[in-house]
């Protein structure tokens, strides 16, 4: 009979479960060429649709889970206000072009009058030279000379108003045409104001991407500010990956990472690259920061969040929401790059330029109220 003693076979998959665990956590611990964690996630950005003015709503564009364009209009506010002022603005600029006009046909008059006054008295003064000339003959009256000498008088006292006439309608027009008047240039900022008032009762989506939390509903009165709902681009995902602080000395910035979603499976594997490091731990920016100062302290270990940029042909592909559990694998053979905790990487700012042509739309208005006005037909007399 066999003397070895044969194992159950349940003690035996215990022991098998019990060594491969030991190794799976010393593959955690241990230092080597690669650094992982399971506790990452899938952050991005949550643009906010916020109105810049107070207004009621009148129409909802879009829900949650929809995908939106850039400059999609997703909420539109009661224009009835907006529009009253923009007409009262519309008309206070033609007012204003006109008056001006009148200001400019002012001018000219009297530079007119001044070269007629201008004109008598130097007749005037003919007229007295002559006089005096002939008053040694006889032939003319002392009366006479004097009379003439009164229209000179006359004369010289009329160029005198004249000029100041010209003086006071010149110092409103001086230096100036129709449309940079001082009262015309008033009259086109307010036109800009209410007219952008008006285009801002249009709330268009500043980026593409999926609508989350609508907190706004019909008849709903908003204020300037109000979160209305958010927008979240698809293309904009990146991981954070809370590293042990004992992980953090081999981590450089341009690192490779091989990362796996939970929600595809080990079948889908990102690559990404390291980009930066957060200024603090997890708990250092809670809502209620760990007291370490405190007597019954007890120390744990802290986690700063790595962020890893993804390929965008991947992500593509296989797109990601915001919070999914990732694993990650920071490849740190090589060590060439700066240490994440010491440098900023260089990304691309984000723009939009979705309200870039509300200026431009009321620069065309004011053309066209200003050619009505009859502003283009004075500057191309002049």
Do not use: C
């Not at 036109?191 to 709903?220: D, F």
């Amino acid at each position: 009979m066999n003397s070895k003693k044969i194992l159950n076979p349940h003690t035996a998959i215990v022991a098998a479960l019990l060594l491969a665990a030991a190794g799976a956590a010393w593959t955690m611990v241990a230092p080597g060429d690669h650094q992982r964690t399971e506790d990452a996630y899938v952050d991005g950005n949550v643009v906010q649709l916020t109105p810049q003015i107070a207004g009621s709503v009148s129409a909802i564009g879009a829900d949650n889970t929809d995908y939106v364009q850039a400059g999609q209009v997703l909420v539109q506010l009661n224009q009835v206000d907006a529009q009253l002022a923009l007409s009262r603005a519309e008309a206070q600029l033609a007012k204003a072009v006109r008056q001006v006009r009148v200001e400019f046909a002012n001018a000219a008059q009297f530079r007119a009058n001044l070269a007629l006054r201008s004109a008598d008295l130097a007749r005037a003064e003919a007229d007295l030279a002559r006089r005096r000339q002939l008053a040694g003959s006889g032939a003319i009256s002392a009366e006479d000379i004097h009379h003439a000498d009164d229209s000179v008088t006359s004369a010289r006292a009329a160029l005198q108003v004249a000029q100041q006439q010209l003086a006071s309608a010149g110092a409103l027009i001086d230096q100036t045409s129709i449309t940079s008047h001082p009262e015309v240039q008033a009259a086109i900022a307010q036109l800009h104001e209410a007219y952008i008032a008006t285009a801002r009762t249009t709330l268009r989506a500043p980026v593409s991407g999926l609508v989350t939390k609508r907190n706004v509903q019909l008849g709903q009165r908003v204020n300037a500010g109000a979160a209305l709902m958010s927008i979240v681009p698809p293309e904009q995902m990146w991981v954070n990956a809370n590293f042990k602080e004992s992980q953090l000395g081999d981590i450089r910035i341009g690192q490779t990472v091989e990362l796996v979603a939970d929600v595809y499976g080990k079948h889908v594997r990102y690559h990404g690259r390291v980009i930066g490091q957060d200024a603090g731990t997890g708990s250092a920016f809670a809502l209620l920061p760990a007291q370490n100062a405190s007597g019954n302290w007890i120390k744990v270990v802290q986690r700063v969040p790595i962020r890893i940029a993804l390929d965008p042909v991947q992500l593509a592909a296989h797109p990601l929401k915001l919070g999914l559990s990732m694993q990650v694998e920071v490849d740190t053979r090589d060590r060439s790059g700066a240490v994440a905790m010491q440098t900023v990487s260089q990304r691309q700012a984000y723009t939009t330029d979705v309200f870039a042509r509300e200026l431009g739309e009321a620069d065309q208005l004011v053309q066209r109220i200003v050619a009505s006005a009859g502003g283009d037909n004075h500057a191309k007399e002049n």
